[in-house]
């Protein structure tokens, strides 16, 4: 099964793909467009691009677990999406995945710039690792 894992943000949403089978995952991609049509519209043609067959949202919870604002928002979003593409859509806490892809950029040798434009999609990138290091 291929998977797209979507890192929302109000102004970018970072990308990547992977699979259930060999389980390599990659960044590919950061989306420089605020929610709404023209993102399902780009996320679209990615599923299709790439034979998508299942979504994994991060899911912004509070550290303690429970549900914030932002979660509510990202659910209202998936189901938007998954009414426009008709593809599952499953859940992964995103806690701490920020964190984890500022350390791999830590060691890039990037500029501070070059950085940002990664930073969310090796975000998605960890989603999806977790989600399917979970399952």
Do not use: W
């Not at 995952?25 to 709404?36: A, M, S, T």
């Not at 990202?74 to 938007?80: L, R």
């Amino acid at each position: 099964m291929n998977y797209l894992a979507v890192d929302l943000g109000d102004k970018r949403t970072g990308l990547a793909v992977g699979d259930d089978v060999i389980q390599i995952v990659q960044p590919i991609v950061v989306l420089e467009v605020p929610i709404g049509k023209q993102l399902i519209e780009e996320l679209q043609s990615i599923i299709a691009e790439h034979g998508i067959d299942c979504i994994v949202m991060g899911l912004p919870l509070n550290m303690d677990g429970s549900e914030s604002n932002r979660s509510k928002l990202t659910q209202s979003f998936a189901d938007e999406l998954q009414r426009a593409t008709n593809i599952p859509i499953k859940f992964q806490d995103e806690r701490l995945t920020s964190a984890a892809a500022e350390e791999h950029l830590k060691q890039s040798g990037k500029t501070h710039k070059q950085k940002k434009k990664m930073r969310d999609a090796l975000a998605a990138a960890e989603i999806l690792k977790d989600f399917l290091h979970s399952n």
